[in-house]
Structures are given as structure tokens and as C-alpha cells.
């Protein structure tokens, strides 16, 4: 077991679970749960929330994670914001259009 498992395994068994079920536990926080999936990022779809003009695409820039344990998951950060707001804080983010 890797140097991280033994010392979540060691972690749990002085947390009180036993000696013997400490190395499945383990497993199932470090490498069975769905936390440790890679998240999935993408640009907004357009819809009236977005900044989308009608008809319109939404602000680049501010992408958007699937995994619901993501601080940023479900989070409209653009909404009511302007197009140089949403460009300023993708700038902040990391994640500007590439064709800004």
C-alpha cells in the first residue's frame, strides 16, 4: 500500500475502526470514491441567465465543472455581470476565452 493509504489506514484504526477492515475502508476513501474522479470543465450553454443576448452566445471564459463536490458546480458566476466583468474575473480564474 502506498505510503497516503497506510497512513489513512493507520488514521482510521486510531479513529476506532478495526485493525482488520482498516485496509478496505481505506480503499473505498482513496481510490473507490467518486470525489477522486476528474472533474469535467466546458463553457456555459446560452440560456437567459448566462449574459446571452437573444439569440446570442454566452460570455466566454468562465468554465463550468460537472462534479457536484467542485465549489464552482451549479454556480452561475457571470450572471448579471457585463461582458468586460465576466472577461476580468476569467482573466482572475485562469480560464480567459483564447480569443481574448
Do not use: K, Y
Not at 47 to 64: C, N, V
Not at 91 to 98: E, H, Y
Request: proline share 14%; with cysteine; charged share 15%.
Amino acid at each position: 500500500m502506498p505510503d497516503g493509504g497506510r497512513r489513512v489506514r493507520d488514521a482510521l484504526v486510531r479513529a476506532g475502526i478495526p485493525e482488520h477492515q482498516a485496509p478496505r475502508v481505506s480503499q473505498a476513501l482513496l481510490v473507490d470514491h467518486p470525489f477522486w474522479e476528474p472533474a469535467g470543465w466546458g463553457c456555459p450553454t446560452a440560456s437567459p441567465l448566462s449574459g446571452a443576448s437573444p439569440g446570442g452566445e454566452p460570455f466566454d471564459g468562465i468554465l463550468l465543472c460537472d462534479q457536484p463536490h467542485s465549489p464552482r458546480f451549479g454556480i452561475g458566476l457571470t450572471q448579471g455581470i457585463t461582458p468586460e466583468q465576466s472577461l476580468a474575473l476569467a482573466r482572475a480564474l485562469g480560464t480567459w476565452p483564447p480569443n481574448a
